[in-house]
């Protein structure tokens, strides 16, 4: 493994990472706290995100090894969070209302997947 792909992994981290934060803490903000929206909201806008890499990817632009690990890796990575929406969902559970979890779990997986879906079909249309 490359030097270089180590910097760009880990710069790609630090600037996710930052924007998670920033995008978790203005959904707190804007939409309160009783509802973890600022997880939905960057797991959804990172599926998107990443769905539209590849697609342009594909289809008109060949990033180097460096700059996919940046984004996808580093970037996205980070960005996005797994750990997070288990933590959400453990907390959701304890409050015991069954319907906050099943719209956080359900609309986040179902809305992840389309939001990485409407990110390649934008891409395909927009380049293809």
């Known amino acids: 493994m490359s030097p270089g792909l180590l910097i760009s992994v ?3 981290g630090a ?8 995008m978790m803490n203005a959904a707190g903000h804007w939409l309160g706290h009783g509802f973890p929206n600022g997880t939905m909201i960057v797991n959804i806008l990172g599926s998107f995100l990443l769905g539209a890499f590849l697609e342009i990817s594909a289809l008109a632009w060949s ?3 460096e700059v996919r690990a940046f984004i ?9 969070t797994f750990s997070t929406f288990s ?3 453990y907390f959701l559970l304890q409050k015991g209302n069954p319907l906050p979890i099943v719209l956080y779990v359900v609309g986040s997986v179902v809305a992840g997947v389309l939001a990485f879906l ?11």
């Open 10 to 12: 880990a710069a790609g």
């Open 118 to 128: 409407l990110g390649m079909v934008v891409f395909r249309h927009i380049l293809g």
């Open 15 to 22: 600037i996710g990472a930052v924007g998670r934060f920033v």
């Open 63 to 65: 990033p180097s090894a």
């Open 87 to 89: 933590m959400d969902t």
């Open 72 to 80: 996808v890796v580093g970037f996205l990575g980070a960005f996005t």
